[in-house]
């Protein structure tokens, strides 16, 4: 009867140990966000060229105004390449 009995239980035992694990051990790579803080000279507002307000306006006058506010874009421009560089450089740190 004890024979019949661990029997049973090693049938019962074994059939515990066909199937599959309920827990899957897994590794995942989760990318993380990196803050990097912009400089404050990036963040300053650009300024332009103010155009004087004489009586007399000459074509000279217009050329160095136009000059100046072209070179104040320019440097307005290379503030936001550089932010961008600085955002796209976080972004490649965090993978």
Known sequence: MIKVILLIAALVLSGCSLQEPLVRTEILEV??????????I????????????????????????SLDIMGALEL????????????????????
């Open 42 to 65: 990036l963040t300053r507002p650009c300024g332009g060229p103010i155009l004087s307000k004489d009586n007399e306006l000459t074509y000279g006058d217009v050329v160095a105004y």
């Open 76 to 95: 307005c421009n290379e503030k936001l390449l550089s932010i961008r560089e600085l955002s796209s450089k976080s972004v490649n740190e965090g993978n």
């Open 31 to 40: 990318p993380t966000m990196v803050v990097v803080p912009v400089p404050e």
